[in-house]
């Protein structure tokens, strides 16, 4: 496993391992999990968009996924009043519709397009790593810090505006982080496999945890040991590393519940 | 007058248009103020406007500048399946824990969804009412009380306002409105509503 030829494409996923369960824990607090999902299939929307169009697949989307997450607001008090669950169903479909659509239509976009699916782990190159960990030794601390914000946005949504404080920036700059996170975890990890980290392990300690911060640290370190291990079966037992990580962390989801 | 944090005269309040009474109102520091009232007559719409969600359609509304508000609304916090502490959520808002009944200060360790819903509701009430601010909106803190919650919210009202906060707070409870409010406000049905 810690051959130089799958070290950096462990390490890529290892950062994602620890950052991706914190950020589905503040999209569960907010009652977005589903938004993971709809940034992965916009982004990988967007990916193969730039494929097409002759530019580098990663900013497709990452430019995909940031329009979305940066405009969320808008959209979703366009859409409905309240919450953005609707918005994200609809982006969801919006997203896996073009891609599968430019999947069928361009020879080009439809191996990208099984590898954005499907995870492309083991082909992360050094430039994947170089992205993702300087990314990820941004977000984490950022997570931290907006902590207390989203907390009380979501509690008592009243103190902002009770204060003359703005809460926009809390809210976007939180839904920017999301969607460019899961904008780079699905063009590695694949949409799936990213799903996995960002839902499984926070479902576990919102059941288990004792108090929010601890509930942060289990879920990290649910991320890490299920991809570690997910990461060594896979290579052992030379399978697809998206679905092994998916059925290690539901085993365990089933196991702790 | 110097003492004064928030004043309205002749105040009409309403989300999509009119829907209370002109309402004249003056809060000084260090004053626990009850507005009463039957049910439709928009006590929560007062408060909400003095809070700035709501919005004011006639009147002069005049808050001291830089107050700070703190607002509690009838809609219980979502912390139902939620891994956050008594402890934490006090953290949140900088509220102190001195000064808690001793039944909730031994289970402040406790995740707030595993209290009573009679627990639970006094503690995002404490939440609000002990975070640091100029004034204190409460709408109906009694909801969900037991009688030694009431009296201890009674006790908790009257400290906080010698500490020099000011207090409106909205309330079916005649009694206990009329118990620890230094002034009562009776709010009549708008003519239009």
């Known amino acids: 496993m810690f051959d130089q030829l799958f070290l950096i494409p462990f390490l890529t996923g290892l950062c994602l391992a620890v950052a991706l369960p914190l950020l589905g824990c ?11 999902l709809a940034y992965a299939h916009v982004a990988a929307a967007g990916a193969l968009l730039a494929l097409i169009a002759g530019f580098v697949p990663m900013l497709g989307g990452m430019g995909a996924a940031a329009l979305v997450g940066g405009g969320k607001q808008f959209f979703a008090q366009r859409i409905e009043r309240s ?91 939180f839904d920017l982080l999301a969607a460019l996170t899961l904008a780079l975890a699905t063009m590695t990890l694949g949409v799936m496999g ?61 196991v702790v519940a | 007058m110097n003492d004064l944090l928030i004043s309205a005269e002749q105040l009409v309040a309403g989300w999509q248009g009119p829907a209370t009474a002109p309402l004249d109102l003056a809060l000084p520091r260090g004053k626990i103020l009850g507005l009463t009232g039957p049910n439709g007559v928009g006590k929560s719409t007062i408060l909400s406007a003095l809070a700035g969600r709501a919005k004011c359609y006639a009147g002069v509304l005049t808050l ?95 400290q906080r306002a010698a500490e020099g906060a000011g207090i409106i707070l909205v309330s079916h409870d005649e009694a206990f409105v009329s118990g620890v409010c230094d002034q009562v406000q009776t709010m009549r049905v708008a003519p239009h509503v």
Do not use: M
Request: proline residues 7%; neutral net charge; aromatic residues 10%.
């Open chain 1, 26 to 36: 503040f999209l569960r607090l907010r009652d977005e999990w589903l938004a993971a």
């Open chain 2, 64 to 158: 001291r500048p830089g107050l700070r508000l703190a607002f509690q609304t009838q809609d219980i916090p979502p912390l139902s399946g939620l891994p956050l502490s008594g402890r934490e959520l006090l953290a949140l808002t900088g509220a102190r824990e001195q000064g808690l009944p001793p039944w909730l200060q031994e289970r402040l360790k406790l995740r707030v969804d595993q209290l009573s819903g009679g627990q639970r509701h006094y503690l995002a009430l404490w939440a609000i009412l002990q975070a640091p601010a100029d004034v204190v909106l409460l709408d109906e803190p009694t909801n969900n009380l037991d009688a030694a919650g009431t009296e201890h919210l009674a006790l908790a009202l009257r």
């Open chain 1, 83 to 173: 919450a953005g669950g609707a918005a994200f169903a609809l982006l969801l479909l919006g997203g896996w519709a073009l891609a599968v659509l430019l999947a069928a239509n361009q020879p080009l976009a439809e191996r990208l397009g099984h590898a954005l699916f499907d995870g492309q782990l083991y082909f992360s190159g050094s430039d994947n790593l170089y992205l993702i960990l300087p990314w990820c030794l941004l977000l984490i601390p950022a997570l931290f810090w907006l902590s207390r914000q989203l907390l009380l946005a979501r509690l008592y949504p009243d103190y902002f505006q009770a204060r003359h404080l703005p809460v926009w920036p809390v809210v976007t700059g």
């Open chain 1, 194 to 254: 990213s799903f996995a980290l960002v839902f499984v392990p926070p479902w576990i300690v919102f059941r288990r945890a004792r108090s929010w911060h601890q509930g942060l640290l289990l879920a990290a370190l649910i991320g890490v040991l299920g991809y570690v291990a997910a990461f060594a079966i896979a290579l052992g037992f030379d399978q697809p590393f998206g679905p092994v990580l998916a059925l290690l962390l539901i085993a365990i989801g089933l």
